[in-house]
């Protein structure tokens, strides 16, 4: 076998090499009608993602190139970064871009405490 002599293989590469190569070959979709810009698809995707158009110097080129490193070196906070390039991925994909609301906890608390929580207010009803 040849390359199995020495105990390596022939064609190898380093995870640099191909993230750099990989990060090279994703598309970045054209500006079109109502996202012509950075500022403007900040806006579209809510969230209070516009405060980050500064950030991104209103160029539609950062929006594509940054990864979560770049964005967390520049001082986004992690859940508006991973909605960001959520987004960012769904319009690489052509998906229609709009708000995705954030979910919120019933008046009884989470799924997981929920039991707990009716308990504990029926027995304060049953007090009162």
Request: charged share 35%; hydrophobic share 30%.
């Amino acid at each position: 076998m040849i390359g199995s002599a020495c105990g390596r293989r022939l064609f190898s590469c380093s995870n640099v090499a191909l993230r750099v190569n990989k990060a090279s070959l994703r598309k970045i979709p054209a500006p079109n009608g109502e996202l012509t810009d950075a500022g403007a698809f900040l806006s579209k995707i809510g969230r209070k993602c516009e405060e980050f158009n500064e950030t991104f110097e209103n160029k539609w080129e950062n929006l594509f190139h940054w990864d979560s490193k770049v964005l967390k070196e520049k001082g986004i906070p992690p859940q508006q970064r991973k909605y960001i390039l959520s987004q960012v991925e769904r319009l690489r994909k052509n998906e229609p871009i709009r708000e995705i609301k954030e979910g919120k906890k019933s008046f009884f608390g989470g799924e997981r405490k929920r039991k707990e929580t009716k308990a504990k207010l029926r027995a304060q009803e049953r007090n009162a």
